[in-house]
């Protein structure tokens, strides 16, 4: 109990020895204790000048960093470890050497980022004249100017912005290379862009008005069907109705390489749904997961090249309501294969193959000639 109320410092100054110190503290504790500057003063004030010039070469560094200096200084044997710090260590190997591999990949002309708060970090200095852009999803500011935005891991950017908005990227001198681009709630023709179009970049337009494919169906219509059947409207009349109100965009979905389930060969999806179609999607999916079928390279090859993808759904008619009858992925840009979306009750629920019907216990790859 005594050693609890102890501060920090009067623990460190109770330590004689490197030994005595992972006795005392925890690995995150001396993590902190480095960033503090505290145990540099106290690997001083013990005569051990080597240390302190390795924890002082580290101090101010990310977590990991510090964390690996640590268990060289103290010589830690790992194996020794409690689960929980080793797993803390186990990842800041993992982060180190994806970091290393990150740096062979990439050029030393630009500033290297993995995080939004990274990227930020690196467009407070205004000589920053290219970033790479690593793996995740990022937000740029559409005021800065003679910038190059390279992409490693299938990096993807999002570009916000509505009403009349005209955005001169080949003017400003904003170029593009190795990403997805998403647009949202801009037309094509208010973006110009000729210059990365070529820079192995995949770019997509989200058009927030647009709720099919081709553009056939008004959104006011589809409202208008989803309030179901009219008075002055047979049962027969409505679902008849309901034939046109296929390949409707209800979401889209972000693929990631760690939603993909190897033993199944199927992909996890985690849409971001259009909220008009709130109930018929809660209806539908009552909580399940979904899924679709796709052997490994094919999926490999997909999230490389259309991480972005729109969900479809075909929708009917129960007596007087709405509803959806199936959803699915239309690649290529509505030109390549359908996948068929399945919903994934529990674990047990796993079942492969047609005839499957609309239960939502299988996965499918259905072919454009039977969509």
């Not at 020895?17 to 995150?28: I, K, S």
């Not at 059947?229 to 049962?235: H, K």
Request: contains cysteine; hydrophobic residues 40%; aromatic residues 10%.
């Amino acid at each position: 109990m005594e050693n609890e109320t102890k501060s920090a410092e009067e623990r460190l100054n109770d330590c004689l020895t490197l030994a005595d110190l992972h006795d005392t503290f925890t690995l995150r504790e001396l993590v902190v204790l480095t960033q503090d500057g505290l145990l540099g003063k106290w690997l001083n004030s013990n005569f051990l000048e080597p240390q302190a010039q390795m924890m002082s070469s580290v101090r101010g560094q990310n977590r990991d960093v510090v964390l690996l200096a640590l268990c060289d200084m103290l010589e830690i044997d790992v194996t020794k470890l409690s689960d929980y710090e080793a797993g803390q260590v186990a990842l800041a190997v993992k982060n180190e050497r994806k970091k290393r591999q990150r740096e062979r990949e990439c050029g030393t002309d630009g500033v290297i980022v993995t995080s939004q708060s990274e990227f930020l970090e690196a467009l407070n200095d205004e000589n920053t004249k290219k970033v790479y852009m690593c793996e995740e999803n990022f937000l740029i500011p559409l005021n800065r100017k003679n910038i190059t935005y390279d992409g490693r891991g299938n990096a993807l950017i999002n570009v916000w912005a509505q009403g009349d908005t005209n955005l001169d990227f080949d003017g400003n001198k904003v170029y593009f290379y190795n990403l997805t681009i998403v647009f949202h709630f801009l037309e094509p023709r208010q973006v110009k862009i000729d210059h990365s179009r070529q820079n192995n970049n995949h770019i997509v337009f989200l058009h927030r008005n647009r709720i099919t494919r081709d553009g056939s169906v008004q959104l006011h219509e589809m409202t208008a069907f989803l309030d179901g059947r009219t008075p002055f409207e047979s049962a027969h009349d409505f679902a008849e109705r309901a034939k046109r109100f296929h390949e409707i965009i209800v979401g889209r979905a972000y693929l990631k390489d760690t939603d993909y389930d190897l033993w199944h060969e199927a992909y996890f999806l985690h849409p971001i749904w259009c909220v008009e179609f709130i109930e018929s999607l809660r209806s539908y999916l009552q909580g399940a997961k979904i899924v679709f079928s796709i052997p490994c390279e094919e999926a490999k090859e997909l999230f490389e090249r259309e991480r972005v993808q729109f969900i479809y759904a075909d929708f009917g008619t129960d007596k007087d309501d709405a509803l959806i009858i199936r959803l699915y992925l239309h690649v290529d840009g509505g030109k390549g294969k359908i996948y068929l979306i399945r919903r994934l009750w529990s674990a047990s629920s796993w079942a492969f193959g047609s005839g499957s019907g609309d239960a939502g216990y299988g996965l499918d790859l259905i072919s454009e000639d039977n969509a």
